[in-house]
C-alpha cells in the first residue's frame, strides 16, 4: 500500500493527502475531512450519508385505506339486518306487551 505522502488531495492539489475517505476511495486533506459516526468521511460523502433516503411510493396503501371504513359498515349492516330479522319473526303479541303479561300471569 503506498502511503499518503504520494498522494494528493482531490480538492486542493497542492496539498499533500492526510486521509483516504472510506466510502468514495479518494485522497484528501486535513480540511477536507471530517469525522462522523466514528468513520473519516469527505464532504460529499457525509453530505449523501445526511440525507434521508427517499422513501418508495407505495400506491397499494392507498386502496388499503377505507377497507377498514366499508368493512367495518358491513358489519353494522349485518347486525341491524339481523336484529331486524329477530323483530319481523317475534309474534305481535310480543310487541304489545300482551305475551309479556301472559307469561306473569299465567294465559295461554
Known amino acids: 500500500m503506498s502511503s499518503l505522502v504520494q498522494h494528493r488531495c482531490s480538492v486542493h492539489p497542492a496539498r499533500e493527502a492526510s486521509a ?4 468514495c476511495r479518494q485522497f484528501f486533506c486535513r480540511e477536507c ?4 459516526d ?28 377505507p377497507i377498514p371504513v366499508i368493512a367495518g359498515l358491513a358489519l353494522a349492516w349485518l347486525v341491524f339486518y339481523a336484529v331486524g330479522s ?3 319473526r317475534t309474534p305481535s303479541e ?13 294465559l295461554p
Do not use: M, N, Y
Open 20 to 23: 483516504r475517505c472510506p466510502s
Open 33 to 36: 475531512v471530517t469525522e462522523h
Open 38 to 65: 466514528g468513520r473519516i468521511l469527505c464532504a460529499t460523502c457525509l453530505r449523501k450519508s445526511a440525507t434521508p433516503a427517499a422513501k418508495p411510493q407505495r400506491d397499494l396503501t392507498r386502496f388499503l385505506r
Open 86 to 88: 329477530i323483530l319481523l
Open 94 to 106: 310480543w310487541h304489545e306487551g300482551k305475551a309479556a303479561e301472559a307469561a306473569i300471569i299465567g
